[in-house]
């Protein structure tokens, strides 16, 4: 039987590829292509750069919760981070940006493999989802990443 570790890196490693093989498919006026028009006014390429910024950030709240941390703390502005963070990235190729997503998920892979299964379940408090388990929050690693990849799905077949 397996437990909810393997779970979980089999989800991300399914997310990991899945979101791989989307970015390498996309022509460069798609990577240019605004995506959201409120808030940081992102552009495709720039959601890729996004995931790499939050999940590196992620990975310190794991590790924290892991040590016995209390997670994020409580005035832990987010949308500051996205607004501030992702624009850092703007300068890299897209190959660059692929492989700097690659290595954060691993290192999530990696953080996963070695917890214990007890590990899932300390509690702590995630700067967007409140109070909650270790669980979620990194099945929230791959949940985003398919909300914003949904995103850029219905764009890119809106605009055909």
């Known amino acids: 039987m397996t437990d909810r570790r393997d779970a979980i890196a089999a989800e991300l490693e ?3 590829d899945e979101t791989v093989s ?5 022509s460069p006026d798609e990577l240019r ?5 409120d808030g940081a006014k992102w552009t495709v390429r720039q959601v890729l750069a996004h995931f790499v910024a939050i999940e590196g950030s992620m ?3 794991f590790k924290n919760m892991l040590s016995g941390g209390p997670g994020a703390p409580p005035d832990f502005d987010f949308e500051r981070f996205n607004r501030t963070q992702t624009p850092k990235f703007d300068g890299l190729p897209l190959d660059e940006l692929i492989e700097r997503f690659t290595a954060v998920r691993q290192e999530t892979l990696r953080i996963v493999r070695e917890m214990q299964e007890e590990d899932l379940d300390r509690e702590g408090l995630h700067a967007f989802h409140g109070k909650g388990k270790l669980d979620r ?3 929230w690693a791959y949940e985003h990443v398919r909300l914003h ?6 764009m890119l077949k809106n605009s055909k």
Do not use: G, P
């Open 59 to 61: 990975q310190w709240l």
């Open 14 to 16: 399914r997310n990991l």
């Open 149 to 154: 990849v949904e995103d850029v799905r219905k």
């Open 22 to 26: 989307l970015f390498r498919s996309l």
């Open 137 to 139: 929050f990194i099945r």
């Open 33 to 37: 292509t605004q995506l959201y028009s």
